[in-house]
């Protein structure tokens, strides 16, 4: 009775918007600002819509996405066009070019022409992993829309591997995430061939639990030429078991720094993932830092932003975003002493022998604290 509350729960979460769907009108292109995405993917066509479905494929496929991000938005905002109407450039995210590529070697050779037109030295990629519930769009659209929002350097990935875009799928989900290991690991060497200098990886939710098999998978194999273009890692809402994550962080060794976790104790959905799974926690909606003291890890407390479930606070908050805009300060300021990581950003920084907290806070809430 307990989980069928739970799955009722996920429903309602779910029910509340429209899912997303690709839509192409290349003339978007004169409105919207393009972001390019480059995928790779373990899903499968599906064979109505000739489109990337909820199927896992054990074949890779390789693509190229121009998305338009329109002009008429708040940041944090995605909005898809109606089923039915006519898309509209200046409010909706819509794709302005697709292509599939017939093979790796093609795919490799597009990501190296784009990364050597960065100047050497700023040649970065950076790799967005989605997490449950998600349909290939969404997933798509929601990089090109942290990619414009943060003002992303280099090169931008998606990995989309297999969800089913069910809210009530959370178990098969987390089989097609384990399925999906390969995949991803598959893309990082792509994108390290291809010829980019450093690699920052960027996941949510159950995508993050992806990730953290993958870095294991690949120290197991002893690739430390991918391992060191490994350049940070963040995790969004990480649905992910905290005594799981410790032992993944301990096969991995050292860990690629920045190494960020953006989480909060009000985590709707994590709440609920951590019920199904028969844990008090899970590392997204860690309430004790110190269970992680020993890892070198920065747990970034986002509850005083939080947005609907807060489950995507990092992405859909646009006082967040604007905060996050400053991200490369952070890294920084963690190399000076103590005394230069209080105000780098507006709240409170708590250090545990290795793992550091910074539980934000609005400016105006920092504010009159000072003034008190």
Known sequence: MRHLLVFCALAALAACSPRGAVTVDPSAARVGAVEEIFVG?????????GRFGRGRSEEERFARFAISVPPE??????????????????????TTEAEIHANAAEFGADLRHSLRALPRGKRDAVVYVHGFNNTFAEGLYRIAQLSHDLDMPGVTLHYSWPSAGNPLGYVADRDSSMFGRDGLERLLQEVSNAGAERIVIVAHSMGSALTMETLRQIAIRGDTRLKAKMAGVILISPDVDVDLFRMQAKAYGPLPQPFLIFGSDRDTLLNLSATLTGQPERLGNLSDISRVADLKVTFVDTKAFNEGSGHFNLGDSPALLALMG??????????????????????????VQNATQIVLAPVTVVADGLNR
Request: net charge positive; glycine share 12%.
């Open 41 to 49: 993917t373990t899903r499968d066509i599906d064979p109505e819509t």
């Open 73 to 94: 938005r708040e940041a944090g905002s995605i909005e898809f066009p109606p089923k039915r109407g006519k898309p509209d450039p200046r409010k909706h995210f819509l």
């Open 326 to 351: 400053r991200i490369g300060d952070v890294n920084a300021a963690f190399g000076a002493d103590q005394r230069g990581r209080v105000g780098l950003l507006p709240g409170v920084v708590l250090t």
